[in-house]
């Protein structure tokens, strides 16, 4: 019997253990988290959004896994019974320079296959009459907003029925000889698979790999609505020229609470979520040698991005950014900041560019997931089904 062992109780790991477990019944599988409880990162940390798949260039991998992704997921949400809105999404242009951004992304969209409806002024104001744009927007029906921590626990425990075993508070430290060291034990192992999020990098490369690739943390802050929700869908802003973020927008969660975010702020370590806390000296050294030359010479527009996120560390800043897209809606109204997330996004160091899409690595009998920024929960299932069927016999 093969035992494999997965570093990370994320998304990634969990849906990878989903796929191991069902085209390989047979084979033992254990998943060794290093928190507490399942979600604590990313997976648990995120706007919860089931994109649609629109956004991304049709030969990269978040554009072939999203719509399948999404597809699968709230097949799998509904058979369990578990919470989705499907509320929605209006992408919204301020001028004509970006009616023209808006009309490319309704071309790749097309190109990608989803679904998308092309609004009149008349329109938007019918599907939310809140919102506000430059003659036309553009509607996505399929978008939907789930909670993360819920889908994580139903598979978790899916997972624990199939006999899937999962060690918490348990560290990865090496892989040797086909034996996994952590902190509190060691396991033969015949498949090591890395799905540890920000740390994947590091783990990767323990193995010599991912030599050329830097992780950038940007922390992704949320700032919630007082009071009962006036939107109708979630709104988005036409995407930033030359960052992969999708801009400042309002999100309207399971339970309908409006939020705004999340930012794209340079973080100093991989889980360096609120003021100094988490700050680690091994990770902030590279990340801030890094982020000083992309900002001196403004790679990615990393300088003009980095003075407009600290603006947006500001409450009422961000909020009157975000209310730029509605008709009106009070900044002052947006007055708490809940949970924010990190994104494991990589850095080319070669070029100084963002990575913009999944990264698979293989060696020996080691798998690693690098790069696993969004759309990643929404296309989890079929990005993993995917690496199983093509890298695991
Ligand atoms: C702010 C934000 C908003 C987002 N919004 C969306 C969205 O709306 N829709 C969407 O589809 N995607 C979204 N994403 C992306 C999505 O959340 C991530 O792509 C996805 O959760 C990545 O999952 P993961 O399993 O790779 O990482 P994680 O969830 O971070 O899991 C990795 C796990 O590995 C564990 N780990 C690390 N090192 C070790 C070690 N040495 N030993 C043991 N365990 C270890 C960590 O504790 C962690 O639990 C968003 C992300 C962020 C940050």
């Not at 990878?16 to 047979?26: E, G, L």
């Not at 007055?335 to 997330?341: A, D, F, N, R």
């Amino acid at each position: 019997m093969k035992r494999v062992c997965i570093i990370g109780g994320g998304i990634i790991g969990l849906t990878m253990a989903y796929w191991i477990n069902h085209f390989f019944p047979k084979y033992s599988i254990r998943i060794i988290e290093k928190e507490p409880a399942l979600g604590a990162h990313a997976s648990g940390r995120n706007s919860g959004v089931l994109h649609a798949g629109f956004y991304y260039n049709p030969d990269s991998l978040k554009a072939k896994f999203c719509i399948e992704g999404q597809d699968f997921l709230i097949n799998y949400i509904k058979e369990n019974k578990l919470s989705i809105n499907p509320c929605g999404k209006l992408i919204v242009a301020k001028d004509d320079e970006e009616l023209d951004r808006l009309r490319k992304l309704k071309e790749r969209g097309t190109q990608n296959g989803v679904a998308l409806e092309w609004c009149n002024e008349g329109r938007v104001s019918k599907i939310d009459p809140l919102v506000l744009t430059h003659k036309n927007a553009l509607f996505s029906p399929t978008t939907s907003t789930i909670n993360p921590i819920e889908v994580l626990t139903c598979l978790s425990a899916d997972l624990e029925s199939k006999g899937v075993r999962f060690n918490f508070k348990e560290s990865f430290s090496s892989f040797k000889n086909n034996i996994v060291h952590t902190n509190k034990d060691t396991y033969e192992t015949n498949l090591l698979i890395n799905c540890a999020g920000t740390y994947a990098i590091d783990i990767a490369k323990q193995f010599n790999m991912a030599k050329n690739y830097q992780m950038l943390p940007f922390k992704g802050l949320y700032l919630m609505f007082e009071g009962e929700n006036p939107l109708k869908t979630n709104v988005y802003p036409v995407p930033p020229k030359d960052a992969p973020f999708l801009g400042v927008h309002f999100t309207i969660t399971v339970d309908n609470k409006l939020k705004i975010g999340p930012t794209a702020t340079p973080a100093l370590s991989y889980e360096h979520y609120k003021g100094v806390e988490n700050i680690r000296l091994k990770e902030l050294i590279p990340i801030l040698g890094y982020e000083t030359a992309m900002f001196v010479l403004n790679k990615c527009f990393f300088r003009n991005l980095a003075v407009e996120e600290i603006l947006k560390c500001f409450k009422l800043y961000l909020a009157e950014q975000a209310c730029k897209l509605t008709k009106g809606l009070d900044p002052k109204l947006f007055t708490k900041w809940s949970k924010p997330g990190i994104r494991a996004q990589l850095l080319d160091k070669r070029n100084l560019r963002l990575l913009d899409d999944f990264v698979v690595e293989k060696k020996e009998n080691t798998l690693h997931i690098l790069n696993a920024v969004s759309p990643a929960f929404t296309a989890s299932f079929s990005f993993t089904r995917h690496i199983v069927e093509e890298y695991i016999v």
